[in-house]
């Protein structure tokens, strides 16, 4: 057995060790209340670790959508300002060590090795004992600031795993907050008002500590603000201080440029500076905006954070699984998938389908988790589609594809049904032709199962077209 195979192994046998622990991914039932969650166990964890938390300055994203993104880009113009800069997202697209990367000037991946990964879980497990009821993401979340501390970050990203104010990356006390924009998600878990919602990923704002907001229904950003004057916490919002404009989409692909016409640091970003922006997607403007205002707050801390690295980072971040073209070639339909997961961010995907993309006709394929708006996700996506194909990802919590057929049928819609992303990859190539656009799209766990199968069938589906 060579080293690479030892690693390997190794590696397997450590994420199937931490898999034996609670998963709100996989099983959230109620277990996201104060009743459940123990606030105070992952200081305690770490603790026990050397407090890595406390080695290394953060940038710290909540929200509904677009976190993820956001934290991306705040990533990317760090990295590109000549830093190294841990990233800390979930869930996961196509495999687990993308969740915790160290980026760096040579490296815009940065994923974990799978021999860094063994170490930290093995400095990790002999102190579990201590805690019976430990949650997986909290030792994942331990696990990963543990790494940015040995690999000696400049500064880290960290992305909210559920909600905020119970988050295990909550440890933090970070040099800004940033809160995306919100909706109506996770309500089982988060409450089923925007008030409730906010009141959770408010949760991130510490006492002084700035906090960024992305415009927000009256509803949420009234309680933002409340909970930032408590918290003495300085707020600026995208829309007021942060204002940005447009100028121009370059039709399928993920190129678009805008310019801020509003800044409140001519010497940061001066007003009418323009940018280009990897990431398709009028939403991705408020995010990169988003980005923009946080990294302002903490641009005294990094003096090579100047615009040409803030240029760079917005024109090469790579964020894959939104509104992301996986396949595009002569003669053959386009294949482009994305990760909306509730009612508002299919909106946004409709109105990107409609404005941003050129197709004859449009196969959509389709699958969520059975806790989502489904219904209002149909209502929105499916009269766009000249077919839909229904499916299911290798995940517990992917609704069943007859399920999803038949809540369909109740509202109107006609589907086709597959039993795994596989199947549904090879019937949209074999119904679509040249000209035609196959979106993918549901959730997460659906968009990476069908990247992780498209990686083995590409080349017998586009031989075939």
């Not at 060590?97 to 021999?115: K, M, Y």
């Not at 497990?125 to 993401?137: A, G, H, S, Y």
């Not at 992305?159 to 295990?168: K, N, T």
């Amino acid at each position: 057995m060579n080293d690479d195979t030892d690693i390997n192994a190794a590696y397997q046998e450590a994420l199937d060790y931490l898999y034996d622990f609670i998963n709100l991914e996989l099983k959230r039932a109620d277990r996201y209340s104060a009743s459940k969650m123990d606030t105070a166990r992952p200081r305690r964890l770490l603790a026990l670790l050397d407090n890595p938390h406390q080695q290394f300055p953060a940038i710290h994203v909540a929200g509904t959508k677009g976190k993820g993104s956001v934290a991306a880009l705040c990533a990317a113009c760090l990295r590109a300002a000549g830093l190294r800069v841990g990233l800390y997202t979930s869930p996961h697209l196509q495999e687990f060590r993308e969740r915790i990367r160290v980026l760096t000037p040579d490296d815009p991946d940065g994923r974990i090795s799978a021999a860094a990964f063994v170490t930290q879980v093995a400095a990790v497990r002999p102190l579990l004992p201590r805690f019976p009821d430990i949650t997986w993401f909290e030792i994942v979340t331990a696990v990963a600031f543990a790494h940015f501390a040995q690999a000696q970050v400049d500064v880290a990203v960290v992305e909210v795993g559920l909600g905020g104010r119970l988050d295990a990356t909550n440890v933090l006390t970070p040099l800004v907050a940033v809160i995306t924009s919100l909706s109506l998600d996770h309500t089982q878990l988060l409450g089923d008002t925007l008030a409730q919602i906010a009141y959770e990923k408010g949760g991130i704002i510490k006492p002084g500590v700035p906090v960024v907001i992305a415009q927000q229904a009256d509803e949420a950003r009234l309680r933002l603000e409340a909970l930032a004057a408590e918290r003495g916490a300085p707020l600026t919002q995208v829309g007021q201080a942060w204002r940005y404009a447009p100028l121009s989409h370059h039709i399928n692909n993920g190129n678009q440029t805008f310019c801020i016409t509003h800044s409140p640091d001519a010497a940061f970003v001066p007003p009418d500076a323009t940018f280009r922006l990897a990431l398709a997607g009028r939403h991705q403007l408020e995010n990169a905006t988003l980005a923009l205002a946080a990294l302002h707050q903490v641009h005294g801390r990094f003096p090579t954070l100047t615009l040409d690295a803030l240029r760079e980072g917005l024109a090469t971040v790579a964020w894959n699984g939104r509104l992301q073209i996986v396949h595009s070639a002569p003669g053959q339909p386009t294949l482009l998938v994305d990760c909306a997961h509730n009612a508002d961010s299919a909106a946004r995907l409709a109105y990107a389908l409609a404005h941003d993309y050129t197709f004859a006709r449009l196969w959509l394929i389709f699958g969520a988790p059975a806790d989502k708006t489904i219904g209002s996700m149909m209502q929105t996506l499916f009269p766009l589609a000249d077919g839909v194909i229904v499916t299911s990802a290798n995940h517990p919590r992917s609704a069943a594809p007859e399920e999803l057929a038949a809540q369909a049928q109740a509202l109107g819609f006609a589907t086709l049904v597959s039993p795994d992303t596989a199947v549904a990859l090879t019937q949209a190539f074999a119904l679509a032709g040249s000209g035609d656009l196959i979106c993918a799209t549901g959730s997460i766990i659906v968009v990476g199962d069908l990247l992780n199968q498209w990686d083995n069938l590409q080349s017998s589906l586009t031989a075939q077209t």
